[in-house]
């Protein structure tokens, strides 16, 4: 029987999607170049107007997929994988499409976009599974060793990256996929993260299932579900969203490690009942990252992944010592009931 979702469960959800809304407005008038609302109605300044079609609006629209698909991509890793540190980055996913980026680079540099995202998507997928391989063989599974695991293995594939990128000369080249930055963002080179768009999609369709499949083998079986199956499509949704977005504006951690727990904490393991909130508040996440980028030494710009780094890090110890101490428990407000003794 599935429970009813009550009004106060709702209101989180309103009111991050009112508070996306209000900053994605805001968003598309932080810049450099000085742009009002009056301007762009009077229609008198074409630059502006330029400036606010071609760059602002794509890089808004790049936000908002970059943190939905990633933060999306975490919740299906550690749903499937039963272990709440798991994510993109501490599952060797984003290190794996960093070095199918530089492979895309060196031997077949006249693919374009394209090929560096068909190149990124299928080290990903290779490497998530290596990950997966690696931890299904671990006897013990602690919440702690198996994402000290994935930091290992992607630190060894990012070694071979910086190996092969000082080897063929491609490191200033690769430079803007290892530091995520939204400021080359503008349009025309950026549509390819939509790809996000229809696999998280994908993931609201499948959301059952991959929470059953988060259950177990034997009971994934039992219940009559694909384990194997829904395994891989799981992994290889996360792995292309990953694929997509470090093609596009380069590796952004924490988005993938950080929401999912965030958002879990709150309303508890069942995946359909976070996708939507999960989603809203990695876009929410982003976007205040990326103000905060803009704006901190304007008129210059830091990376975002500068700024998710010192916050995320901050927030990840906290998280840590949290499940380490409470596990896998949600946080309930609850209001306190009084009984009279009339």
Not at 183 to 198: H, K, T
Not at 268 to 278: A, E, V, Y
Not at 295 to 314: A, D, N, Q, R
Request: proline share 3%.
């Amino acid at each position: 029987m599935m429970k009813k979702i009550t009004g106060r469960e709702w209101s989180g959800t309103v009111l991050m999607a009112l508070l996306l809304a209000v900053l994605s407005f805001a968003s598309l008038f932080v810049g450099v170049t000085g742009i009002t609302l009056d301007v762009l109605l009077s229609g008198q300044d074409e630059m502006a107007l330029k400036i606010f079609l071609l760059a602002r609006i794509p890089r808004l629209l790049a936000i908002l997929c970059t943190g939905t698909g990633m933060s999306i991509a975490g919740l299906i890793m550690q749903q499937l994988c039963m272990n709440r540190f798991v994510s993109p980055t501490t599952g060797a996913t984003i290190s794996s499409a960093q070095l199918g980026i530089l492979l895309s680079l060196v031997f077949l540099p006249g693919m374009g976009i394209w090929g560096r995202t068909l190149s990124a998507f299928l080290t990903a997928v290779a490497g998530t599974w290596i990950f997966v391989w690696f931890i299904r063989r671990i006897p013990f599974q602690n919440a702690v060793l198996v994402p000290l695991v994935g930091i290992m293995f992607g630190n060894i594939i990012g070694g071979i990256t910086g190996f092969l990128s000082y080897r063929f000369e491609m490191t200033q080249q690769m430079s803007s996929f290892l530091i995520g930055s939204f400021a080359p963002v503008i349009r025309g080179n950026y549509e390819l993260v939509w790809l996000a768009a229809p696999l998280v999609i994908l993931a609201f369709i499948y959301a059952d299932h991959f929470n059953i499949a988060g259950m177990g083998e034997d009971f994934a079986s039992n219940l009559g579900v694909s384990y194997c199956l829904i395994l891989f499509a799981g992994l290889t949704i996360s792995a292309m969203i990953t694929a997509a977005v470090v093609s596009v504006v380069g590796s952004i951690s924490y988005v993938g490690l950080l929401v999912p727990n965030m958002v879990t904490l709150f309303r508890g393991d069942r995946l359909r009942g976070c996708l939507t909130d999960t989603a809203l508040f990695g876009s929410l996440f982003v976007l205040s990252a990326d103000l905060i980028a803009r704006t901190v030494i304007m008129p210059y710009e830091l990376p975002i992944e500068l700024i998710i780094g010192i916050g995320g890090s901050i927030l990840f110890i906290g998280l840590l010592l949290y499940r380490l101490k409470y596990g896998r428990k949600a946080i309930r407000f609850t209001r306190k009931e009084t009984i009279s003794c009339d």
